[in-house]
C-alpha cells in the first residue's frame, strides 16, 4: 500500500465566471469543489491506475468534514489526524484563465502533532511507500517532514519526499528514499547553478535519489550510479497545475518494487504521467489513454555516469 | 418584536490580499466570515440598536450551519427553514477595492417551501413587523413574497418589502405596508421616467408606502398623503453595500409602533441610519456614534401634497 500524505489538506473550490473584472461583483455560473492538496492529488492519480492508495495528513472542521466526505464518494479510502482547526479552502476563479486564492491553513497544536505521529507509524504498518507531499501547516516544526521520514525508515518504508524549503532541505538529511524537487525548489534549497550540479549537492546531503521536474525541460533523475534526462513526448499545452504531484504518483509505483529502482523505466514512466496530468484540466487527474500513448514515446537515454 | 426573511441566507466570506492580479495565484492573508444576505444584515442594524428581532429565511447544509453558528455567537436569534441543499457563499475579494463572487443559491423543493410558510405563519404569531429582503432561491416561485406578504396581514403583522424584479411586482399586489425599492429596482418595475413618477406608479399598485432609495440623494417617500425627500448630512464616503438594508431596519422600527406612521421622523431616521451604514466597512454594520449625529443634522421637509 502507497500511503500519501498532505499536513495541509484543502477543500478546493472552483469557481466558473464569464469574465474577471477586479472591484466588481461576479455571477459564479457554476460551483466545483473537491479534496486536495499535494498528496491528495498523489493519491487520486494512483487510485485511477488501480494502485492500492491510501491517504493521510490532518484536517479539521467543517471544511475536513467536507475533505473526508468527498474522498469517500471518489472511493479513496482516507484517515486524517483531526485538528481543531478548521481545514483550508483554495478559491479557483475560471474564466479561460485561473486566478487562484489560497486560505492560509489552520494552526496545529503540539498535541495533535503528537496524535498525528502516533496515527502516522500505526499507517506506516501497512504501508510499503510514503509519499509526503506539500506545506507545512503552522504550529508544526519545519522538521516535520524529518520526524515523519525517520518513522518511516523505522517501519522499513520507503518514502518519496516532494517539499519546498526548510521542510525540504531539514528532511533531506533523513535520507528518503527519493526527494522530488521542481526546479524553483532546488534552487531555493541548492543555490543557484547548473540544475545538475544542484541536484548532486541535494544528493549529498541524504537522499538515495534526487529527482527534478522541470516542466517543459522534462525530467533529471540523479543517483549515486548515474545519472538520467527524460523529455516530455511533445511540447503540449494544457493545465501544468498537478503534473508534479504525477510525477511522484509514478515514482511511488516504482518504489514499490522491492529491490533496486529501475531508474530508466520509472523515469519514462513518470514523464509519461506528467504529460498525461498536464493535459487533464483539472489537478489530481491524468488522460490514461495519453498516459498509454506517452509510454509508448517516451524512451530514458542511458546514464550519464557520476562525474 | 421585527422578524426579518432572507430566503437567499449566504455566509460571506472575506479574503484580504495583497492586491488583486487576474490570473496568478494569492496568498490569502486573513479569512472573515459571517452570516450574510439582505435580511441578515437588516438584522444586525436592528440588534445594534437593540431592537427585539428575529431571522429566518432557509438555509441548508455546512454553511446553513455555519450561518447559523454565527448569528448564534452574535447573540442574534435564528429560526431557519431547512432546505436539503447547501447555502451560498459569497466571497469578497479586498485589496483596498472589493472583488465580489456570488455563489448561485441551492434550489429549494415544493415541500421544503411548503414547511417554511408553515414556519413563517407559527413565526408571525410573535410578529409585529416582518421585513422581507433580497432574492428568491432558484425552485421558489416569483410569488413567493406576495404569499408571505398575505400570511403575515392574516395574523396583522405588517410588512416591509425591499425585493426587486417579478418578486418586486408580484409582492406589490399583496399591498405590504412599505415597498423600499432602490432606483434601479424602481426602474425596472415601473419604467424609466421621474423618481416620483414612478414611485406612485408603484403605489399605485399595492403597497401603502413606497420608500425610494437613491444612494447619495437620499431618500424619497411616498404614500397617498403626500411625499418627503430626505438628503444625506453631507457627501460621504465608505462603502455603499448595507446602506438600503439599513434603510430597510429603521423603516422597520417606524412600523413597530401602532398607528400612522410618522413620516418625516421615520425618513430622517432612515436616511441617518443609512448614512452611518456607508461609514461602516462592512455590510449589517452602523457607526452608531455617527448616526447619533446624523438624526440632529438630517431634517426631514414639509410634504408636498399628492398630485
Same mark, same amino acid.
Given at each position: 500500500?502507497? $500511503?500519501? @500524505? /498532505?499536513?495541509?489538506?484543502?477543500?478546493?473550490?472552483?469557481y466558473?465566471?464569464?469574465?474577471?473584472?477586479?472591484?466588481?461583483?461576479?455571477?459564479? /455560473?457554476?460551483?466545483?469543489?473537491?479534496?486536495?492538496?499535494?498528496?491528495?492529488?498523489?493519491?487520486?492519480?494512483?487510485?485511477?491506475?488501480?494502485?492500492?492508495?491510501?491517504?493521510? #495528513? %490532518?484536517?479539521?472542521?467543517?471544511t475536513?468534514?467536507? =475533505?473526508a466526505?468527498?474522498?469517500?464518494?471518489?472511493?479513496? !479510502?482516507?484517515?486524517?489526524?483531526? =485538528?481543531?482547526?478548521?481545514?483550508?479552502? /483554495?478559491?479557483?476563479?475560471?474564466? #479561460?484563465?485561473?486566478?487562484?486564492?489560497?486560505?492560509p491553513?489552520?494552526?496545529?497544536?503540539?498535541?495533535?502533532?503528537?496524535?498525528?505521529?502516533?496515527?502516522?507509524?500505526?499507517l506506516?504498518?501497512?504501508?510499503?511507500?510514503?509519499? $509526503?507531499?506539500?506545506?507545512?501547516?503552522?504550529?508544526?516544526? *519545519? +522538521?516535520?517532514?524529518? *520526524?515523519?521520514?525517520?518513522?518511516?525508515?523505522?517501519?522499513?518504508?520507503?518514502v518519496? %519526499? +516532494?517539499?519546498?524549503?526548510?521542510?525540504l532541505?531539514l528532511?533531506?538529511?533523513?535520507r528518503p +528514499?527519493?526527494a522530488?524537487?521542481?526546479?524553483?525548489?532546488?534552487?531555493?534549497?541548492?543555490?543557484?547553478?547548473?540544475?545538475?550540479?544542484?541536484?548532486?549537492?541535494?544528493?549529498?546531503? #541524504?537522499?538515495?535519489? @534526487?529527482?527534478?521536474?522541470?516542466g517543459? +525541460?522534462?525530467?533529471?533523475?540523479?543517483?549515486?550510479?548515474?545519472?538520467?534526462?527524460? &523529455? !516530455?513526448?511533445? &511540447?503540449?499545452?494544457g493545465?501544468? /497545475?498537478?503534473?508534479?504531484?504525477?510525477?511522484?504518483?509514478?515514482?511511488?509505483?516504482? %518504489?514499490?518494487?522491492?529491490?533496486? @529502482?529501475?531508474?530508466?523505466?520509472?523515469?519514462?514512466?513518470?514523464?509519461?504521467?506528467?504529460?498525461?496530468?498536464? $493535459?487533464?484540466?483539472?489537478?489530481?487527474?491524468?488522460?490514461?489513454?495519453?498516459?498509454?500513448?506517452? %509510454? *509508448?514515446?517516451i524512451?530514458?537515454?542511458?546514464?550519464? !555516469?557520476?562525474?
Amino acid at each position: 500500500m502507497i $500511503l500519501t @500524505v /498532505t499536513l495541509n489538506a484543502a477543500l478546493d473550490v472552483t469557481y466558473e465566471v464569464d469574465g474577471l473584472v477586479p472591484n466588481s461583483s461576479h455571477r459564479v /455560473t457554476a460551483v466545483h469543489q473537491r479534496a486536495g492538496g499535494k498528496g491528495v492529488n498523489v493519491a487520486r492519480v494512483l487510485a485511477s491506475l488501480g494502485a492500492d492508495v491510501r491517504v493521510t #495528513g %490532518l484536517a479539521g472542521g467543517r471544511t475536513g468534514a467536507e =475533505i473526508a466526505g468527498d474522498l469517500s464518494r471518489a472511493g479513496i !479510502p482516507a484517515r486524517f489526524g483531526t =485538528i481543531e482547526g478548521d481545514s483550508r479552502r /483554495t478559491v479557483t476563479v475560471v474564466s #479561460g484563465d485561473a486566478t487562484v486564492f489560497n486560505e492560509p491553513g489552520p494552526s496545529v497544536t503540539e498535541p495533535e502533532w503528537r496524535r498525528f505521529r502516533a496515527l502516522f507509524v500505526e499507517l506506516c504498518r501497512d504501508a510499503r511507500v510514503v509519499v $509526503l507531499s506539500g506545506s507545512v501547516p503552522p504550529g508544526v516544526g *519545519q +522538521d516535520a517532514y524529518a *520526524q515523519l521520514i525517520a518513522d518511516a525508515r523505522r517501519h522499513d518504508v520507503r518514502v518519496l %519526499l +516532494d517539499a519546498d524549503h526548510e521542510p525540504l532541505r531539514l528532511g533531506l538529511a533523513a535520507r528518503p +528514499d527519493v526527494a522530488k524537487p521542481n526546479a524553483a525548489e532546488l534552487a531555493r534549497v541548492a543555490g543557484p547553478g547548473p540544475v545538475e550540479e544542484a541536484a548532486r549537492q541535494l544528493l549529498a546531503a #541524504g537522499p538515495a535519489a @534526487v529527482v527534478v521536474s522541470r516542466g517543459a +525541460d522534462g525530467l533529471l533523475g540523479v543517483t549515486p550510479g548515474g545519472s538520467w534526462t527524460v &523529455r !516530455p513526448p511533445r &511540447r503540449l499545452s494544457g493545465n501544468p /497545475t498537478g503534473a508534479g504531484d504525477a510525477v511522484a504518483a509514478a515514482l511511488a509505483r516504482a %518504489l514499490l518494487s522491492p529491490g533496486p @529502482v529501475d531508474w530508466p523505466r520509472a523515469l519514462a514512466d513518470a514523464a509519461a504521467m506528467s504529460a498525461a496530468a498536464v $493535459l487533464s484540466p483539472v489537478a489530481g487527474d491524468i488522460d490514461l489513454t495519453a498516459y498509454r500513448e506517452f %509510454l *509508448q514515446e517516451i524512451t530514458c537515454r542511458s546514464p550519464r !555516469p557520476p562525474r
